[in-house]
């Protein structure tokens, strides 16, 4: 049986009314197709309508965006072919973060960090178990070819995990407002890791952290307070083209870029976040 068609975005994202300062960095999206070329995993657990890069910077044009960061989808399982090429295609305006094989070589870890690929990402086997979880050994593997980071989504498990994060060697990224439960919010172990200089956090996917319909209230004051404990380590991104959403309302792009301001109402503040930390993290 195929794996389900997700909901596509909306077509028709409007300006945000606040502008964005130059080289402003969505940190965290996908792209999509066509699936005659990029076919799905056999395992996958949604399929998606074409999402691609070019649909992508129609988009950026209208949010006032400049860069991104491409995230493997889970659709493709560890087959990252849709990424690399278009990292090859886009060198200036793109990154990426793979899902990694477990027998990925250090040889190919140097050449897809050639192409700018900046880390893996492991999931929580509470969010999808046929996802590869976090592997200590293989985060040293691509720490030592080429220093990469580690990006991680939580499952409500993050207490669970944070010391195997915290003795890894990589930089750790942590997805989604480190997978928050906006309805049951705990921030110190969050906070504790943040404190050790080496974690930072997406303030992206708020759909992911709550059942609300937006503007997902809820995570404006988790986000004001994450800001305020380490604005150094925090970097936002939009999450297109919000799959899985079905049955839900699909946000208008235009509308998450507001929230950020929300979030983050000093303008020098927002470049920090959009700007200086990405430039850092990712090596623009």
Same mark, same amino acid.
Request: aromatic residues 8%; proline residues 11%.
């Given at each position: 049986?195929?794996?389900?068609?997700?909901?596509p975005?909306?077509?028709?994202?409007?300006?945000?009314?606040?502008?964005?300062p130059?080289?402003?960095c969505d940190?965290?999206?996908?792209?999509?197709?066509?699936?005659?070329?990029?076919p799905?995993?056999?395992?996958?657990r949604?399929?998606?309508?074409?999402a691609?890069?070019?649909?992508?910077?129609g988009v950026?044009r209208v $949010?006032? %965006?400049?860069?991104? =960061? *491409?995230?493997?989808?889970?659709a493709?399982?560890?087959d990252? !072919?849709?990424?690399? /090429?278009?990292l090859?295609?886009?060198?200036?305006?793109?990154r990426?973060?793979?899902l990694?094989?477990?027998?990925?070589?250090?040889?190919e870890?140097?050449r897809?960090?050639?192409?700018?690929v900046?880390g893996?990402r492991f999931?929580?086997?509470?969010?999808?178990?046929h996802?590869?979880?976090l592997?200590?050994?293989?985060?040293?593997?691509v720490?030592?070819a080429?220093?990469?980071?580690?990006?991680f989504y939580?499952?409500?498990d993050?207490?669970?995990e944070?010391?195997r994060l $915290?003795? %890894?060697?990589?930089? =750790? *990224?942590?997805?989604h407002?480190a997978?928050?439960?906006?309805? !049951?919010p705990s921030? /110190?172990?969050?906070?504790r890791m943040?404190?050790?200089?080496k974690?930072?956090?997406?303030?992206?996917g708020?759909?992911?952290?709550t059942?609300?319909?937006?503007?997902?209230?809820?995570?404006?004051p988790?986000?004001?307070?994450l800001?305020?404990?380490?604005?150094?380590?925090?970097?936002?991104g939009?999450?297109?083209?919000?799959?899985?959403?079905?049955?839900?309302?699909?946000?208008?792009?235009g509308?998450?870029?507001?929230?950020?301001?929300?979030?983050?109402?000093?303008e020098? $503040?927002?470049?920090?976040?959009? =700007?200086?930390?990405?430039?850092?993290?990712?090596?623009?």
């Amino acid at each position: 049986m195929a794996a389900p068609l997700t909901a596509p975005p909306d077509p028709h994202p409007w300006p945000p009314k606040v502008r964005l300062p130059p080289l402003a960095c969505d940190c965290h999206l996908h792209f999509f197709g066509p699936a005659s070329k990029y076919p799905w995993a056999q395992d996958a657990r949604y399929t998606s309508a074409e999402a691609t890069p070019e649909t992508y910077f129609g988009v950026q044009r209208v $949010l006032g %965006l400049e860069r991104a =960061v *491409v995230v493997s989808g889970g659709a493709y399982g560890t087959d990252y !072919r849709l990424l690399a /090429d278009a990292l090859a295609r886009y060198p200036q305006r793109l990154r990426g973060v793979i899902l990694p094989p477990a027998d990925i070589s250090a040889a190919e870890i140097r050449r897809l960090d050639a192409l700018g690929v900046r880390g893996v990402r492991f999931i929580s086997a509470q969010r999808f178990a046929h996802l590869p979880p976090l592997e200590p050994a293989l985060a040293q593997r691509v720490f030592d070819a080429a220093g990469w980071q580690v990006h991680f989504y939580p499952g409500g498990d993050l207490e669970a995990e944070a010391t195997r994060l $915290l003795a %890894l060697p990589n930089t =750790v *990224v942590l997805d989604h407002f480190a997978g928050t439960d906006a309805a !049951r919010p705990s921030l /110190d172990v969050l906070k504790r890791m943040l404190d050790s200089g080496k974690v930072w956090v997406k303030l992206s996917g708020p759909m992911r952290c709550t059942k609300a319909e937006p503007p997902y209230p809820e995570l404006t004051p988790i986000a004001r307070a994450l800001v305020a404990h380490a604005p150094g380590r925090m970097i936002w991104g939009s999450d297109w083209p919000h799959v899985n959403m079905t049955g839900r309302t699909m946000p208008n792009d235009g509308d998450l870029v507001d929230l950020l301001a929300e979030w983050v109402p000093d303008e020098a $503040l927002r470049k920090r976040i959009l =700007v200086d930390n990405p430039a850092a993290l990712f090596r623009f």
